[in-house]
């Protein structure tokens, strides 16, 4: 049986290691918030240029990037990939709203050419 010190002991270091992943969560939110930027800046960019809103042989190359990043890390290389598609997948959601701004823009009547 677990005496009450132990469980006092137990619940303590529970909450220091909640506390670490608390911290992890939050910097995973502001590196995700940093990334977005970035890949804004891309779609505004691919949008002006008429260039298309996803890049199939880019995200095949991040993927086995990652995959390999993720097996060095001892992380599933499966969860990496499935993070990856779901990040890409708004991403690309983003880039074709911005490239459907960006024609429109284009074909309204006095827009600048």
Known sequence: ??????????????????????NIDAALIHLLAERFKFTQQVGRLKARHGLPPSDPDREKRQIARLRALAEDAHLDPAFAEKWFNFVV??????H???AGGASAARTEPGAPA
């Open 1 to 22: 049986m677990t005496s009450i010190d132990d469980r006092d002991a137990a619940m303590s270091e529970l909450l220091g290691i909640r506390s670490s992943i608390d």
């Open 89 to 94: 997948a708004e991403v690309i959601q983003h």
């Open 96 to 98: 074709e709203e911005l």
